[in-house]
Protein backbone atom coordinates (compact mmCIF):
# COMPACT_ATOMS: atom_id res chain seq x y z
CA UNK A 1 0.00 0.00 0.00
CA UNK A 2 1.33 3.29 -0.58
CA UNK A 3 2.82 4.99 2.41
CA UNK A 4 -0.40 7.03 3.23
CA UNK A 5 -1.43 7.81 6.77
CA UNK A 6 -5.46 6.86 7.46
CA UNK A 7 -5.59 10.54 8.19
CA UNK A 8 -5.36 11.61 5.03
CA UNK A 9 -8.21 13.18 3.37
CA UNK A 10 -8.03 11.14 0.19
CA UNK A 11 -7.40 7.76 2.13
CA UNK A 12 -10.25 5.74 1.01
CA UNK A 13 -9.21 7.06 -2.86
CA UNK A 14 -6.15 5.74 -2.30
CA UNK A 15 -6.30 2.78 -0.96
CA UNK A 16 -9.27 2.05 -4.00
CA UNK A 17 -6.48 3.03 -6.37
CA UNK A 18 -3.70 0.50 -5.16
CA UNK A 19 -6.25 -2.25 -5.19
CA UNK A 20 -6.64 -1.50 -8.87
CA UNK A 21 -3.07 -1.24 -9.48
CA UNK A 22 -2.30 -5.05 -7.47
CA UNK A 23 -4.82 -6.31 -9.46
CA UNK A 24 -2.90 -5.23 -13.00
CA UNK A 25 0.02 -6.76 -11.26
CA UNK A 26 -2.06 -9.45 -10.45
CA UNK A 27 -3.18 -10.43 -13.97
CA UNK A 28 -6.61 -10.04 -12.97
CA UNK A 29 -7.26 -6.71 -14.01
CA UNK A 30 -6.39 -5.27 -17.84
CA UNK A 31 -4.88 -2.45 -18.42
CA UNK A 32 -7.58 -0.12 -19.74
CA UNK A 33 -9.00 -0.69 -16.43
CA UNK A 34 -6.80 2.03 -14.60
CA UNK A 35 -8.33 4.23 -17.34
CA UNK A 36 -12.17 3.44 -16.26
CA UNK A 37 -11.19 3.42 -12.52
CA UNK A 38 -10.31 7.02 -13.37
CA UNK A 39 -13.55 8.59 -15.06
CA UNK A 40 -15.34 6.45 -12.06
CA UNK A 41 -12.90 8.32 -9.75
CA UNK A 42 -13.85 11.78 -11.61
CA UNK A 43 -17.57 11.72 -11.26
CA UNK A 44 -16.99 9.96 -7.55
CA UNK A 45 -15.01 13.42 -6.93
CA UNK A 46 -17.78 15.70 -8.08
CA UNK A 47 -20.19 13.45 -5.92
CA UNK A 48 -18.36 14.03 -2.90
CA UNK A 49 -17.00 10.75 -2.30
CA UNK A 50 -20.23 9.91 0.21
CA UNK A 51 -22.94 7.44 -0.83
CA UNK A 52 -26.29 9.87 -1.99
CA UNK A 53 -29.76 9.39 -1.36
CA UNK A 54 -30.54 8.27 -4.65
CA UNK A 55 -28.07 5.50 -4.25
CA UNK A 56 -29.16 4.28 -0.82
CA UNK A 57 -32.78 4.27 -2.80
CA UNK A 58 -31.60 2.48 -6.01
CA UNK A 59 -29.10 -0.20 -3.55
CA UNK A 60 -32.33 -1.32 -1.69
CA UNK A 61 -34.40 -1.63 -4.40
CA UNK A 62 -31.32 -3.63 -6.04
CA UNK A 63 -31.61 -5.89 -3.00
CA UNK A 64 -35.15 -6.25 -3.36
CA UNK A 65 -35.21 -7.41 -6.72
CA UNK A 66 -31.95 -9.91 -6.10
CA UNK A 67 -33.45 -11.20 -2.84
CA UNK A 68 -36.95 -12.12 -5.20
CA UNK A 69 -35.13 -13.54 -8.17
CA UNK A 70 -35.67 -17.05 -9.43
CA UNK A 71 -32.49 -17.23 -10.94
CA UNK A 72 -29.64 -14.32 -10.06
CA UNK A 73 -26.65 -14.13 -11.47
CA UNK A 74 -23.24 -11.58 -10.27
CA UNK A 75 -21.55 -11.16 -13.20
CA UNK A 76 -17.69 -9.93 -12.60
CA UNK A 77 -14.75 -8.17 -14.50
CA UNK A 78 -11.39 -7.23 -13.75
CA UNK A 79 -12.01 -3.97 -12.23
CA UNK A 80 -14.79 -5.73 -9.88
CA UNK A 81 -12.59 -8.96 -8.99
CA UNK A 82 -9.92 -6.28 -8.03
CA UNK A 83 -11.87 -4.03 -5.81
CA UNK A 84 -14.79 -6.32 -3.72
CA UNK A 85 -13.81 -10.18 -4.76
CA UNK A 86 -14.89 -10.72 -0.78
CA UNK A 87 -18.06 -9.07 -1.45
CA UNK A 88 -18.71 -10.25 -4.59
CA UNK A 89 -18.53 -13.71 -3.23
CA UNK A 90 -20.61 -13.29 0.13
CA UNK A 91 -23.46 -11.92 -2.03
CA UNK A 92 -23.65 -14.77 -4.34
CA UNK A 93 -23.25 -17.23 -1.22
CA UNK A 94 -26.43 -14.71 0.25
CA UNK A 95 -28.53 -15.37 -2.93
CA UNK A 96 -27.56 -18.93 -3.56
CA UNK A 97 -26.62 -17.58 -7.07
CA UNK A 98 -23.36 -18.21 -9.28
CA UNK A 99 -20.55 -15.95 -9.78
CA UNK A 100 -20.03 -15.29 -13.55
CA UNK A 101 -16.88 -14.05 -14.97
CA UNK A 102 -17.06 -11.75 -18.16
CA UNK A 103 -14.49 -9.55 -19.24
CA UNK A 104 -14.19 -6.88 -22.28
CA UNK A 105 -10.64 -7.27 -23.16
CA UNK A 106 -10.89 -10.72 -24.43
CA UNK A 107 -7.45 -12.60 -22.49
CA UNK A 108 -8.66 -16.98 -21.16
CA UNK A 109 -5.43 -16.30 -18.81
CA UNK A 110 -7.32 -13.23 -17.26
CA UNK A 111 -10.56 -15.13 -17.13
CA UNK A 112 -8.72 -17.89 -15.03
CA UNK A 113 -6.66 -15.47 -12.92
CA UNK A 114 -9.92 -14.00 -12.40
CA UNK A 115 -11.73 -17.17 -11.19
CA UNK A 116 -8.89 -18.19 -9.08
CA UNK A 117 -8.65 -14.75 -7.21
CA UNK A 118 -12.45 -14.75 -6.48
CA UNK A 119 -12.59 -18.49 -5.50
CA UNK A 120 -9.45 -17.34 -2.77
CA UNK A 121 -11.83 -15.03 -1.69
CA UNK A 122 -14.79 -17.46 -0.90
CA UNK A 123 -16.54 -17.49 -3.80
CA UNK A 124 -18.11 -21.14 -4.35
CA UNK A 125 -19.21 -21.52 -7.69
CA UNK A 126 -17.47 -19.27 -10.35
CA UNK A 127 -18.82 -19.83 -13.87
CA UNK A 128 -16.38 -18.81 -17.23
CA UNK A 129 -17.65 -18.04 -20.46
CA UNK A 130 -18.51 -20.94 -23.17
CA UNK A 131 -19.30 -20.59 -26.83
CA UNK A 132 -22.63 -22.95 -25.98
CA UNK A 133 -24.17 -19.38 -24.88
CA UNK A 134 -24.45 -16.20 -26.34
CA UNK A 135 -26.10 -12.80 -25.81
CA UNK A 136 -27.67 -11.18 -28.95
CA UNK A 137 -27.07 -7.99 -30.41
CA UNK A 138 -23.29 -8.09 -29.45
CA UNK A 139 -20.21 -8.32 -31.00
CA UNK A 140 -17.29 -7.72 -28.34
CA UNK A 141 -16.26 -10.94 -26.42
CA UNK A 142 -18.65 -9.55 -23.70
CA UNK A 143 -21.07 -11.80 -25.76
CA UNK A 144 -20.35 -15.52 -24.60
CA UNK A 145 -21.75 -16.47 -21.44
CA UNK A 146 -22.40 -19.79 -19.54
CA UNK A 147 -25.80 -21.36 -20.84
CA UNK A 148 -26.09 -22.21 -16.46
CA UNK A 149 -25.44 -18.65 -15.24
CA UNK A 150 -26.32 -15.47 -17.24
CA UNK A 151 -27.78 -17.90 -20.28
CA UNK A 152 -30.66 -19.29 -17.67
CA UNK A 153 -30.67 -16.15 -15.54
CA UNK A 154 -33.63 -13.74 -14.76
CA UNK A 155 -31.34 -10.63 -12.73
CA UNK A 156 -28.26 -10.12 -13.71
CA UNK A 157 -25.81 -7.99 -11.46
CA UNK A 158 -22.97 -6.44 -13.24
CA UNK A 159 -21.02 -3.74 -10.59
CA UNK A 160 -19.30 -2.43 -13.61
CA UNK A 161 -20.63 -3.27 -16.76
CA UNK A 162 -20.45 -1.40 -20.23
CA UNK A 163 -23.14 0.36 -22.35
CA UNK A 164 -23.47 -2.00 -25.25
CA UNK A 165 -23.93 -5.13 -23.21
CA UNK A 166 -26.20 -3.86 -20.52
CA UNK A 167 -28.42 -3.11 -23.59
CA UNK A 168 -28.03 -6.47 -24.96
CA UNK A 169 -28.84 -8.00 -21.79
CA UNK A 170 -32.03 -5.54 -21.36
CA UNK A 171 -33.11 -6.59 -24.71
CA UNK A 172 -32.70 -10.12 -24.09
CA UNK A 173 -35.62 -9.45 -21.15
CA UNK A 174 -32.98 -9.66 -18.64
CA UNK A 175 -33.38 -7.34 -15.79
CA UNK A 176 -29.95 -5.50 -15.29
CA UNK A 177 -28.73 -4.01 -12.09
CA UNK A 178 -25.42 -1.90 -12.53
CA UNK A 179 -22.93 -0.06 -10.22
CA UNK A 180 -21.24 3.06 -12.08
CA UNK A 181 -20.75 6.46 -10.90
CA UNK A 182 -21.28 8.05 -14.42
CA UNK A 183 -25.11 8.79 -14.38
CA UNK A 184 -24.87 9.63 -17.83
CA UNK A 185 -23.31 6.32 -19.35
CA UNK A 186 -25.20 4.44 -21.53
CA UNK A 187 -24.94 2.03 -18.65
CA UNK A 188 -26.76 3.84 -16.57
CA UNK A 189 -28.74 5.14 -19.23
CA UNK A 190 -29.93 1.55 -20.10
CA UNK A 191 -29.78 -0.68 -16.44
CA UNK A 192 -33.48 -1.35 -15.26
CA UNK A 193 -31.44 -0.44 -11.57
CA UNK A 194 -28.29 2.24 -11.58
CA UNK A 195 -26.30 2.57 -8.51
CA UNK A 196 -24.76 5.53 -8.23
CA UNK A 197 -22.22 4.99 -6.48
CA UNK A 198 -18.48 3.79 -5.42
CA UNK A 199 -18.64 -0.06 -6.10
CA UNK A 200 -16.65 -0.17 -2.72
CA UNK A 201 -19.37 1.51 -0.40
CA UNK A 202 -22.21 0.46 -2.81
CA UNK A 203 -20.96 -3.39 -1.93
CA UNK A 204 -21.53 -3.61 1.68
CA UNK A 205 -24.57 -1.50 2.02
CA UNK A 206 -26.27 -4.19 -0.58
CA UNK A 207 -25.35 -7.03 1.38
CA UNK A 208 -26.76 -5.67 4.51
CA UNK A 209 -30.14 -5.01 2.02
CA UNK A 210 -30.53 -8.24 0.79
CA UNK A 211 -30.34 -9.56 4.46
CA UNK A 212 -33.54 -7.92 5.09
CA UNK A 213 -34.86 -8.40 2.32
CA UNK A 214 -34.35 -11.98 2.00
CA UNK A 215 -37.88 -13.64 3.50
CA UNK A 216 -40.14 -10.97 3.40
CA UNK A 217 -40.85 -11.45 -0.41
CA UNK A 218 -44.42 -9.47 -0.04
CA UNK A 219 -42.66 -6.58 1.02
CA UNK A 220 -39.67 -6.29 -1.37
CA UNK A 221 -42.23 -6.41 -4.27
CA UNK A 222 -43.72 -3.89 -2.77
CA UNK A 223 -40.34 -1.79 -2.81
CA UNK A 224 -39.51 -2.83 -6.21
CA UNK A 225 -43.04 -1.59 -7.29
CA UNK A 226 -42.31 2.39 -5.73
CA UNK A 227 -39.00 2.50 -7.66
CA UNK A 228 -38.47 4.70 -10.40
CA UNK A 229 -34.99 4.22 -12.09
CA UNK A 230 -35.60 7.51 -14.27
CA UNK A 231 -36.37 9.74 -10.69
CA UNK A 232 -32.91 7.94 -9.04
CA UNK A 233 -30.24 9.10 -12.41
CA UNK A 234 -32.26 12.48 -12.40
CA UNK A 235 -31.40 13.07 -9.19
CA UNK A 236 -27.70 11.57 -9.55
CA UNK A 237 -27.19 13.70 -12.39
CA UNK A 238 -28.72 16.88 -10.51
CA UNK A 239 -26.01 15.91 -8.12
CA UNK A 240 -22.98 15.71 -10.58
CA UNK A 241 -23.81 19.20 -12.40
CA UNK A 242 -25.02 21.28 -8.95
CA UNK A 243 -23.00 18.90 -6.25
P1 LIG B 1 -20.75 3.25 -21.28
O1 LIG B 1 -20.33 2.21 -22.28
O2 LIG B 1 -21.74 2.76 -20.30
O3 LIG B 1 -21.18 4.58 -21.89
P2 LIG B 1 -18.14 4.33 -20.71
O4 LIG B 1 -17.64 3.91 -22.05
O5 LIG B 1 -18.32 5.77 -20.41
O6 LIG B 1 -19.50 3.55 -20.38
P3 LIG B 1 -16.22 2.57 -19.52
O7 LIG B 1 -14.89 3.06 -19.90
O8 LIG B 1 -16.81 1.37 -20.18
O9 LIG B 1 -17.23 3.81 -19.54
O10 LIG B 1 -16.21 2.18 -17.95
C1 LIG B 1 -16.00 3.06 -16.98
C2 LIG B 1 -17.31 3.26 -16.22
O11 LIG B 1 -17.23 2.62 -14.95
C3 LIG B 1 -17.51 4.74 -16.00
O12 LIG B 1 -18.86 5.10 -16.23
C4 LIG B 1 -17.16 4.91 -14.52
O13 LIG B 1 -17.95 5.92 -13.92
C5 LIG B 1 -17.49 3.56 -13.92
N1 LIG B 1 -16.63 3.21 -12.78
C6 LIG B 1 -15.29 3.05 -12.77
N2 LIG B 1 -14.83 2.72 -11.55
C7 LIG B 1 -15.93 2.64 -10.75
C8 LIG B 1 -16.13 2.30 -9.38
N3 LIG B 1 -15.09 2.01 -8.58
N4 LIG B 1 -17.39 2.30 -8.90
C9 LIG B 1 -18.44 2.60 -9.70
N5 LIG B 1 -18.31 2.93 -11.01
C10 LIG B 1 -17.09 2.94 -11.54
Known amino acids: MTDVPASHP ?4 LRTRDAIVAGVEAGVTSIHGLIAHGRGEAFDYLLGERTRGFAHEAIDAAAAMLATAVRPVVS ?8 VPGELAALAAALDAPVEVNVFHASKERERAIREHLLAHGAREVLMPTGHAVLDHLDSNRRFVHPDGIGAADVVFVPLEDGDRCRALVRSGRRVIVVDLNPMSRTSRTATITIVDDVTRAMPVLLERVAAHRGHAGAARAALGRYD ?15
Do not use: D
Request: charged share 15%; net charge positive.
Open 76 to 83: VNGNAAAL
Open 10 to 13: RYAS
Open 229 to 243: NARVLQAAETAVRTG
